[in-house]
């Protein structure tokens, strides 16, 4: 049989956006016979403006594995940096899902200190921090600082290591309670590296509690991750 009546190698096209790795829309599959030419569109997303493509979107189809990714940004945003800046709040603050979205959990009370990971610069001129997975900040009443953990300010520095022991808990069963299909994050230690993620939804055992001044409440859960405790729903403790 001749190689025009054989079937290609079929190519996977994704639409991502850029900054959170979700699909626009659901990965397309194209199909066609060996040496066959395809194309592929640079399609329109309402709020949302082209940055680039990986893979070819043109070509022949072969006998080799392919797929195309082209990413997308929304509209409003300029500049997008990853970052590790801590930021001391002079206000109570809301957090938001995304930069100018819909506002999610409580918001962190004033003078404490969180640390950011990604800055976006609105077209508009706003600076937004991404503080966890799904959370951001607008900067608005607050001051950057520098890692409280390493500064040489005394009583600062005393004031943040007020009652930031570990206190050892009985294991209890608790239930992330953030937003559905979304995940938040978890660290090596608090205001530490983020580790991992997890899913709201998720059941989860804690064995620690750290209260930040009362302000701040983290958890240690699993194998020594911890989180913040506004996501949290607790549960019945074990009896052991």
């Given at each position: 049989?001749?190689?025009k009546?054989?079937?290609?190698n079929p190519?996977?096209v994704y639409?991502?956006?850029?900054?959170?790795?979700?699909?626009?829309?659901?990965p397309?599959?194209?199909?066609?016979?060996?040496?066959?030419?395809y194309s592929?569109?640079?399609?329109q997303?309402?709020?949302y403006?082209?940055?680039?493509?990986?893979?070819?979107l043109?070509?022949k189809?072969?006998?080799?594995?392919?797929?195309i990714?082209?990413?997308?940004?929304?509209?409003?945003?300029?500049?997008?940096e990853?970052i590790?800046?801590?930021?001391?709040l002079?206000?109570v603050?809301a957090?938001?899902?995304?930069?100018n979205?819909m506002?999610?959990g409580?918001?962190?009370?004033d003078?404490?200190?969180?640390?950011?990971?990604?800055?976006v610069?609105?077209?508009?001129?706003?600076?937004?921090y991404?503080i966890?997975s799904?959370q951001?900040v607008k900067?608005?009443k607050m001051?950057?600082?520098?890692?409280?953990?390493k500064?040489?300010?005394e009583?600062?520095?005393?004031?943040?290591?007020?009652?930031?022991?570990?206190?050892p808990m009985?294991?209890?069963?608790?239930v992330?309670?953030?937003?559905?299909?979304?995940?938040?994050?978890a660290?090596?230690?608090?205001?530490g590296?983020?580790v991992?993620?997890i899913?709201?939804?998720?059941?989860i055992?804690?064995?620690?509690k750290?209260s930040?001044?009362d302000e701040?409440?983290?958890?240690?859960?699993?194998?020594?991750?911890?989180i913040?405790?506004?996501?949290?729903k607790l549960?019945d403790?074990d009896?052991d």
């Amino acid at each position: 049989m001749e190689d025009k009546f054989k079937t290609g190698n079929p190519i996977w096209v994704y639409y991502t956006n850029i900054d959170t790795g979700e699909n626009l829309v659901v990965p397309q599959l194209l199909r066609g016979f060996m040496g066959e030419e395809y194309s592929v569109k640079k399609k329109q997303f309402d709020g949302y403006q082209f940055v680039k493509s990986e893979g070819e979107l043109t070509g022949k189809f072969d006998d080799q594995p392919h797929s195309i990714h082209v990413y997308y940004r929304n509209k409003n945003w300029g500049e997008v940096e990853s970052i590790e800046m801590y930021l001391h709040l002079d206000a109570v603050t809301a957090v938001y899902d995304m930069p100018n979205g819909m506002q999610v959990g409580t918001p962190f009370p004033d003078d404490i200190v969180l640390k950011a990971f990604h800055r976006v610069a609105t077209k508009s001129g706003e600076f937004w921090y991404e503080i966890g997975s799904d959370q951001w900040v607008k900067y608005d009443k607050m001051t950057i600082v520098d890692n409280p953990f390493k500064t040489e300010d005394e009583d600062f520095q005393s004031k943040l290591a007020d009652n930031m022991a570990v206190i050892p808990m009985k294991k209890t069963k608790a239930v992330i309670d953030y937003l559905p299909g979304r995940s938040i994050d978890a660290f090596n230690k608090p205001y530490g590296d983020k580790v991992g993620e997890i899913k709201d939804g998720q059941e989860i055992t804690i064995t620690g509690k750290m209260s930040d001044n009362d302000e701040i409440i983290w958890y240690k859960v699993g194998n020594g991750m911890f989180i913040t405790g506004n996501y949290v729903k607790l549960e019945d403790q074990d009896g052991d």
